[in-house]
């Protein structure tokens, strides 16, 4: 059984940072990504990250902001999110996706076989 375990949520300021990391149990992933859901709304796309790091993907809400890595081993994604908003409180989960993926459709849930439980970020304003 596959397993992806979040860390790196907390409270921080508006304006401020905190960097993400997921850990797989395995390797063999060819993509990997974040979403994030607040209360009462769907998951949505966050950013994700092919297992070269050579293609990335951002929703259009974070670019310029985040940024997201993948580790040496390629069991491990990483995300910086700087200049956090109140408005991104959410909970944070890590997917990897095992088959096939593009940049072009790494914004669908459907993409990504494996969740992690997810990490609390909390922006206060």
């Known amino acids: 059984q596959v397993q992806l375990v979040e860390s790196g949520g907390g409270l921080v300021q508006a304006g401020g940072s905190l960097r993400l990391s997921c850990t797989a149990s395995?390797?063999?992933?060819?993509?990997m990504g974040w979403f994030r859901q607040a209360p009462g709304k769907e998951r949505e796309f966050v950013a994700a990250?092919?297992?070269?790091?050579?293609?990335?993907r951002y929703a259009d809400s974070v670019k310029g902001r985040f940024t997201i890595s993948i580790g040496n081993s390629r069991d491990a994604v990483y995300l910086q999110m700087n200049s956090l908003k109140p408005e991104e409180t959410a909970v944070y989960y890590c997917a990897a996706a095992a088959n096939m993926w593009s940049t072009a459709s790494a914004f669908l849930r459907s993409r990504y076989e494996y969740w992690g439980q997810g990490t609390q970020v909390t922006v206060s304003s």
């Open positions: 990250i092919n297992w070269s790091g050579s293609n990335t």
């Open positions: 395995r390797r063999t992933f060819v993509a």
